[in-house]
């Protein structure tokens, strides 16, 4: 993660975040962007998105072409089925995470 926020510290200063990255395993870890959406476009792999919205927990699965929004202020993880790599472009600024409680 420390990498991740180093490679896209400049984009923050814009109040954007944009980039493609490889998504290799399950997040250990739960994001919230509070500056504004989050478009995410799986460009390879299969993965499912689980977004947490009024204390419900919802898994959106995708594969490749495929998009999804997380809403402002929405928690939001991913489950990795197979790797590959993602577009994403979100509000940079007031981004929150929290740890996530994996089984194993």
């Not at 399950?26 to 689980?50: M, N, P, Q, Y």
């Not at 999804?68 to 089925?81: A, E, K, L, M, P």
């Amino acid at each position: 993660m420390l990498a991740y926020m180093r490679e896209f510290a400049a984009e923050r200063d814009e109040q954007r975040l944009v980039g493609i990255l490889p998504i290799k395993k399950t997040w250990k870890h739960w994001e919230c962007h509070a500056g504004g959406d989050e478009l995410v476009v799986l460009l390879s792999g299969r993965c499912d998105i689980i977004q947490e919205v009024g204390g419900n927990v919802t898994a959106i699965p995708l594969l490749p072409g495929q998009a999804i929004i997380n809403r402002r202020g929405i928690w939001h993880t991913c489950d990795v089925h197979e790797p590959g790599d993602t577009l994403f472009i979100a509000g940079g600024r007031l981004t929150r995470y929290r740890p996530r409680d994996l089984p194993g």
